[in-house]
């Protein structure tokens, strides 16, 4: 599927053909691609737990205001907001910046100062924008990945974010901006039309 076809085409899928199931392959080469996404300082502030067995998928639909499509589609995804990234990741970010000649020792060392300077100290909201901003890159990243394997996908913020957290185990200092649904349509789904946008001369101006 070509891009255009892909961004013109993406719909928020309400019915997944519950019979269909993802293989373990499948979910990789959706993640493989979705690691691509660009990133302030190149942190990845993300982490992803891909729900795919049916225990689990019922488990996470009971924490999602009991959205069928949670258990109805093949997967979903939990895209994790990691506030640890800036300390956790600094340091491979710039061991790779300097092997691949992007810049020098002495300023890899300046940059180690960045992410403070940047996102603030590990409990600020400024870190919390700044991972959710990332991580929510990554999801729209995967949604269009899973797109181009053949798979329909269904962004969802209906969730309690405690319940998950409780649920797998996620700690208490991240963040999940958003559950990915990724499946196949429902044979017997009919998808209305898409609904209003706002007009290009409404959300903008050329200055
Ligand atoms: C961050 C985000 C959260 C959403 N949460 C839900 C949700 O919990 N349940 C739901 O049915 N739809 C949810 N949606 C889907 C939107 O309603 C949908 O994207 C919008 O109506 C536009 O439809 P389209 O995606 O088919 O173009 C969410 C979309 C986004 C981007």
Redesign the pocket.
Known sequence: MDALENIKS?????YFDPSQEISDEDIKKILELSALTPSSLNLQPWEIIAVKSSDKKKILRKC??D?A?VEEASVVFIVIADINACERNIDSVLKSWVELGYMDVKTAVFYKTLPQKLYGEFSSQKRKIFAVKNA?FF?MTLMYAARTLGYET??????DEDAVKKEFGISEEKTI???IAVGKLSPSAK?LP??W?KSVKDFSKIV
């Open positions: 993406r719909r928020s899928v309400n999602a205001m959205q499509k929510s999801a269904h962004p969802m913020d209906g969730f901006p958003v559950l998808l898409r609904a946008r």
